[in-house]
């Protein structure tokens, strides 16, 4: 269907302390879209993220996922459904790939041992990695190799929605246009809505089939980049985009 929204913050407000960070926030994003949201370092950007799969909770206003109040629904079943990315994702140091990328699999027991098994080699491969690596540590990988492992650790969950919060930062040029390459394929894949934070301009308007750009906890402009790129809305979304 399109034009499903699937995910939905309704007037929501977050501070910390006396800091209000989201101030009567409110964003709608469609089932199958692939959103990109930049902004000024602090802006809140992980803040929404973090609303998003219920690691935060409003001090005021709702989060729906699929039109569920999420405030209602089962935490652990709600992040099944979303899978999570970060920079320098925290792989556990003392597994090997396979069980890293089984994690979610293994731990929810839905599946038997050779339907996991098949799952691990199919994701390895869809995140560009061959399966000798299955066997290896996360110590015996490259950031860019690790980054592609939590990739395949955060699909293996299946997730309708995947939440990616700046997942390329600490990879050098070259790898990073691999794995920007990689999260499109991937996208148009497995038909995976994405959220995705960066703090690259050209990132933004190269994976996003809509842009997001924040200020100071604000949505100051939100459409295609072509639109993003041709009608710039402010000074700020000008020289955020350098024309
Ligand atoms: N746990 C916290 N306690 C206090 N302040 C926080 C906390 N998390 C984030 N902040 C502050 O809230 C603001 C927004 O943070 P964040 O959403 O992480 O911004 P962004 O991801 O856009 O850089 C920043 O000023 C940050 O310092
Ligand atoms: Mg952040």
């Known amino acids: 269907m399109e034009n499903q929204v699937i995910i939905q913050l309704k007037g929501v407000s977050k ?3 006396n800091n209000l960070i989201l101030n009567h926030f409110n964003l709608s994003i469609n089932k199958g879209e692939f959103l990109t949201i930049i902004g000024s370092s602090g802006c809140g950007k ?3 993220l973090k609303l998003i799969n219920g690691l935060l909770t409003p001090d005021s206003g709702k989060v729906y996922v699929n039109g569920e ?6 935490q652990i079943r709600l992040r099944r459904k979303i899978g999570y990315v970060i920079q320098g994702i925290g792989l556990f140091p003392h597994m090997n790939i396979r069980k890293n990328i089984a994690y979610v699999p293994n731990l929810i027991k839905k599946d038997d041992k050779n339907k996991i098994k098949s799952k691990v080699e199919k994701l390895i491969k869809v995140v560009g990695l061959g399966e000798e ?3 290896r540590y996360p110590s015996e990988l490259s ?3 690790r980054q592609r492992v939590g990739l395949a650790r955060a699909l293996a969950a299946s997730p309708d929605i995947l939440l990616m919060d700046e997942p390329f930062g600490a990879v050098d040029e070259i790898t990073r246009k691999l794995l920007q390459e990689e999260i499109l394929r991937i996208y148009k894949e497995l038909n995976v809505t994405i959220v995705f934070i960066t703090h690259d301009i050209k ?3 190269k994976l996003g089939t809509i842009v997001l750009v924040m200020d100071k906890g604000r949505i100051i402009q939100v459409g295609p980049p072509s639109e993003i790129k041709e009608n710039p809305k402010t000074d700020f979304v000008r020289e955020l985009i350098g024309a």
């Open 46 to 48: 992980t803040t929404v």
């Open 69 to 74: 109040d999420i405030s209602s629904v089962n």
């Open 203 to 205: 990132e933004a308007l």
């Open 15 to 17: 501070g910390y302390s």
């Open 143 to 145: 950031g860019g190799q």
């Open 133 to 135: 690596m299955l066997d």
